[in-house]
Nanobody, 124 residues
Framework: QVHLIESGGGLVQTGGTLRLSCAATGRIAGVIATAWFRQAPGKEREFVAHIDWSGGRIDYAHSDWDRLTISRDSAENTVYLQVANLKPEDAGMYYC?????????????????WGQGTQVIVSS
């Protein structure tokens, strides 16, 4: 079992910067990548960013690539997501997900484990 714990959410002003953390514990030996997804109220969970654990290949949602930075601290088994120039549409629950080999990486079905999420509220 892999456990993912997100943190760093909260109330942030429009235009501000947010940094979320996802700590992975448990049987992580088989994990090859971690991603962040966002789910706004009444909407489906959508892909935000992904990082491979070996090689560090990164992918971002097309519409937000210039405001996003995903990174990983391999020693701490923690993945970070920084979102700059926050907009009201960035609000929602942010989920961290981990995957084993196989499949693609932009869909929720590609991931084997999920955290409980951390709430982000953007105020104008």
């Amino acid at each position: 079992q892999v456990h993912l714990i997100e943190s760093g959410g909260g109330l942030v002003q429009t235009g501000g910067t947010l940094r979320l953390s996802c700590a992975a514990t448990g049987r992580i030996a088989g994990v090859i990548a971690t991603a962040w997804f966002r789910q706004a109220p009444g909407k489906e969970r959508e892909f935000v960013a992904h990082i491979d654990w070996s090689g560090g290949r990164i992918d971002y949602a097309h519409s937000d690539w210039d405001r996003l930075t995903i990174s990983r601290d391999s020693a701490e088994n923690t993945v970070y997501l920084q979102v700059a120039n926050l907009k009201p549409e960035d609000a929602g629950m942010y989920y961290c997900a981990a995957k084993f080999p196989g499949g693609s990486h932009r869909f929720t079905r590609d991931y084997n484990y999920w955290g409980q999420g951390t709430q982000v509220i953007v105020s104008s």
